[in-house]
């Protein structure tokens, strides 16, 4: 079927209404989301760089990433400056770290004794400007998106209540869904649009996939990094979802219901314009008490016990 067929057919269904129209956000959105996107691949070209300066200190037999957690630190990046420089005495190097590094000055100086050659003070020194260089553009990218987000700021001030999200990943959720909530009929759809829900592959009755629909990976991928976030805050909802579906499903589809949970939070506050509203820890045994109690005989039962309950007094 040639390309021109298929596009009158399109057009033709699209005219008697029977094919649903794609979100194309205003200008304003796209602009803010064309920034954060740069910003997020800016960010992952950085940590390639880094990924290359440990690379680099291997090859010179530098172990200096197993005894602090970042080399491009401030005082790994006290120690990497004094090693380009040619300071091969590893007490140097070691001596420049900040008062309040965990790791002592004894397993820093045996770190840092290598063998550094020309050229991997050449290949440390290239890596370390282009770190800066990302960091320059990031902070460029930052600013403007600072100056040009007053139509965003009230939705941003919105998704910061959620727990997990902080002002950059709310930028992110803006920028990628808008603040329009009309173009999504629910937050069910909101919801299958950026991928978080399972595929519908089934066939003769069986299911043959669960995994997650191809969505909006930008999206996608900033949800899950809140929702780690989100587990972690404990006395939230959130983490007892995730406690919950963890014990029965595991870590991955237990994350992934918590980003679906939060991307249903951000729909309804950013349809009626209201702040996050945690249902509690307890909100699971609240909604079903007669369940929950079932659970806890079957679980004593399958322990050997013979259990009655019945409601305690008034």
């Known amino acids: 079927m040639s390309s021109y067929l298929l596009d009158s057919i399109l057009a033709d269904l699209m005219a008697h209404g029977l094919v649903s129209s794609s979100f194309v956000p205003d200008q304003t959105t796209q602009e803010m989301r064309d920034l954060l996107r740069t910003r997020k691949q800016l960010v ?16 010179a037999n530098v172990k200096l990433d197993s005894v602090i957690s970042n080399v491009v630190g401030v005082s790994g990046r006290r120690m990497l400056e004094a090693l380009i420089v040619g300071k091969t005495d590893p007490k140097e190097p070691a001596a420049m770290a900040h008062g309040r590094l965990q ?28 770190i800066d260089s990302f960091d320059e553009a990031i902070a460029r990218i930052d600013r403007e998106v600072n100056d040009n987000n007053q139509h965003f700021r009230a939705a941003i001030e919105l998704l910061m209540s959620v727990p997990g999200v902080g002002s950059l990943a709310a930028e992110v959720i803006v920028s990628e869904i808008g603040v329009e909530m009309d173009r999504f009929a629910t937050a069910g ?28 990976p930008w999206l996608k991928t900033t949800l899950v990094q809140c929702a780690w976030g989100a587990a972690r805050s404990k ?38 314009g209201t702040f996050y509203e945690d249902p509690g820890p307890d909100y699971f045994d609240k909604r079903s008490k007669d369940q929950q109690a ?18 305690a007094a008034a």
């Open 189 to 216: 759809h909101l919801i299958s649009w950026a991928g978080l829900c399972p595929k519908n592959d089934e066939s003769a009755g069986k299911r043959r996939s669960n995994r997650l629909k191809a969505g909006a």
């Open 44 to 59: 992952r070209e950085r940590t390639s760089h880094t990924q290359r300066i440990q690379k680099t200190l291997e090859c």
């Open 103 to 130: 790791a002592t000055s004894a397993e820093l100086e045996a770190a840092l004794r290598g063998r550094v050659t020309a050229h991997h003070r050449f290949m440390l020194r290239l890596h370390l400007d282009q």
């Open 294 to 311: 079932n659970k806890l005989v079957n679980r004593l039962q399958n322990l050997g016990f013979n259990v009655t309950i019945q409601p």
């Open 235 to 272: 006395g939230t909802y959130l983490h007892a979802q995730y406690v919950r579906i963890r014990a029965r499903r595991g870590n991955k589809k237990a994350i992934c219901a918590v980003a679906a949970s939060i991307l249903t939070a951000a729909y309804h506050m950013l349809k009626d």
